[in-house]
């Protein structure tokens, strides 16, 4: 299924949503369309909105932002907005006496003629329906999958156990790796907290920790979104540093099964 899903990752694809989407910039209007389209740029790993230049509340204009070339790799969300990776035209947004630079895309294709993309972290306020969105937006064929467990999860770092407990929870992602998410008290070692924030667009804001001297190690979600509220005040790991048991068996870490396509298929390095 997702050697299928693949095929059509090196090229621009694009779907209609029904969901109403709202922009705001603090009190700037950006844009209000019940005909919004996702977007995905070619390599492209999450999607972004397009809405139909008449439900933009301001005029578009040729960008004062250079345009830069995708690098040839997986754009994870990390990639700047302004690397695009199809042939179109970056543009800036004018509202009123406010400039928004290389805050837009037109791809040049015919059925996205009357659209422009937007960079979802240029604007403060982004809304489906009446909830607001974090992040990115969510892709439809992307899971998330929250499942408690009563299998026994023992992490180790430098042959210590700094973790173990019998009631976690497990989070199976698209493309992820499984993630072990531990209650506090099963918790062995000091965490730190540190100042690194990070935002999923299905889980919510994480916070991190350092762990036994290692920066960022672990995270916690204080308050997890709509269908991953089990994760309130749990503890995941970057469990590819660690060893970890499984009811007493050592977990072989592996490559997902999508970066592997990537590389064999499609030449695209992670």
Known sequence: MQEWMFESFPLLRYEPTEMRIRVSDGELQIADTTRAMLVWEPRRIVPSYAVPVADLRGELAASTLPSIPAPDRILDPGTPFVA??????????LIGDTRFPGVGFRPQDPDLADYVVLDFWAFDGWFGEDERLMAHPRDPYHRVDVRQSSRTVRLELDDVVIAESTHPVLVFETSLPTRF??????????????????ACAYKGQASYFSVAGYTDLAWSYAEPLDGATQLAGLVAFLDDKLDVFIDGRRREQAPSPAAELFRDRFGIKQ
């Open 84 to 93: 695009h990776s199809c042939a179109g035209d970056p543009v800036d947004l």
């Open 181 to 198: 998410y531990l209650p506090p008290q099963d918790v062995l070692v000091e965490l730190t907290p540190t100042e690194r924030r990070t």
